[in-house]
């Protein structure tokens, strides 16, 4: 068997974002956000995640999965792979404008529902933070105490979760090993085939059952991403050839030595130690020191 990459946007839609996926979000939400009891989610209405701009001359944003819950909250997922300039920021202005299109003119604002902005990036977001899933709300700075629940930031740094598959306790780590790893699988493993979420999740991205359009779609996505990928190299490559000739032209070698430390620097959200150090000549360590 082979299964489709969760971690595009195609796969990921694909997988949370259809009504037959209804039952299965309600799993991965409750499992990712640690809703339980009184709080666990019950019931959602998937809907269209393409965000209309509702005044003129506003930007149009894409999500990968918008769901509105039971109790009115609305919850945008995205699934991003490269760390885009300015990134950071559309994720606010998704969760603001979502939170502001849900009242019309005239309306009370105590009408307005929280909105929840749940975002897996395949990229380290957050270098001083050591856990993979990571929470922001409004608080106050100095006694730390909430202003207000309503728009609630989460990131999940799938490069951060390293757990095998012997050590996944529980459905949480279950879910996020299937998100970071389905696609290099060509079997559902037991630990994962015993929940009855994942399980039917595997079999929404097993690419036997798959439109000739959808693998079609599925493969300009990686297309895409392997396009931006080179693009982050070859800027790379030109700019330490550039410091390496400047330096040698100057006669002075750190020259090219300080143009490596400013690529490598540019790229710590972007790509592993080893692969810097490998493009840069910098060592491992170095890397390291400039996290």
Sequence with gaps: MR????KTDFAFKKVFGSERSKPLLINFLNAILDYTGEY???????IDPYQAPAIKGMKD?????????????????????????GFEKRVLY???????????KGEQYSLLNPVIALTFVDFIMFPEQRETLSRYKLLETQTLTHYS?????IFIELPKFTLSLDDLNNIHDKWIYFVKNAGKLDYIPDALM???????????AN???????????QEKRHDFIRLQRGSIEKALHDGLLKGRTEGLVAGRAE??????????????????????ARKTGLTEAEIKALR
Excluded: C, H, P, W
């Design 255 to 276: 020259g090219a030595t300080e143009k490596a430390l400013e690529i490598a620097r540019n790229l710590l959200d972007v790509l592993d130690d080893a692969t810097i």
């Design 149 to 153: 629940d309503d728009i609630e930031l």
């Design 94 to 104: 998704n969760a603001a404008k979502t939170y502001a299109a849900q009242l019309d």
């Design 40 to 46: 666990a989610i019950t019931d959602l209405t998937i």
């Design 194 to 204: 015993v929940e009855a979420s994942i399980n039917e999740a595997f079999g929404i």
């Design 61 to 85: 944003t894409f999500v990968d999965v918008k769901a509105i819950l039971a109790n009115g909250s609305t919850v945008i997922i995205e699934m991003q792979v490269l760390n885009v300039e």
């Design 3 to 6: 299964f489709l990459d969760v």
């Design 207 to 217: 690419e036997a059952g798959l439109t000739k359009a959808e693998l079609e779609a």
